[in-house]
């Protein structure tokens, strides 16, 4: 998880998290809280399959940006 781009592409599209966890909630239909938000984007646990969509769709990512934020695992 790159947590970094993320925050990044909220920035850049002028949300807060706060923005973001109520627009899934009424466009998406998805009930995530702000601190499980931030557990999930910390790395303590991760974010599930309809999460990452509902955030791709709400956030307009595409799939290759999607995958380089939520599947970026360093393979050495």
Do not use: W
Not at 7 to 26: F, H, P, S, T
Not at 28 to 56: P, T, V
Request: proline share 1%.
């Amino acid at each position: 998880m790159d947590s970094n781009a993320l925050k990044a592409i909220l920035v850049l599209k002028g949300m807060r998290v706060d923005d973001l966890i109520r627009k899934l909630k009424e466009n998406q239909g998805l009930n995530l809280s702000k601190s499980a938000f931030y557990r999930k984007l910390k790395g303590k646990c991760e974010f599930d399959r309809r999460e990452i969509l509902a955030i791709s769709k709400e956030l307009k990512i595409g799939p290759e940006k999607m995958m380089s934020i939520f599947f970026n695992e360093k393979v050495s």
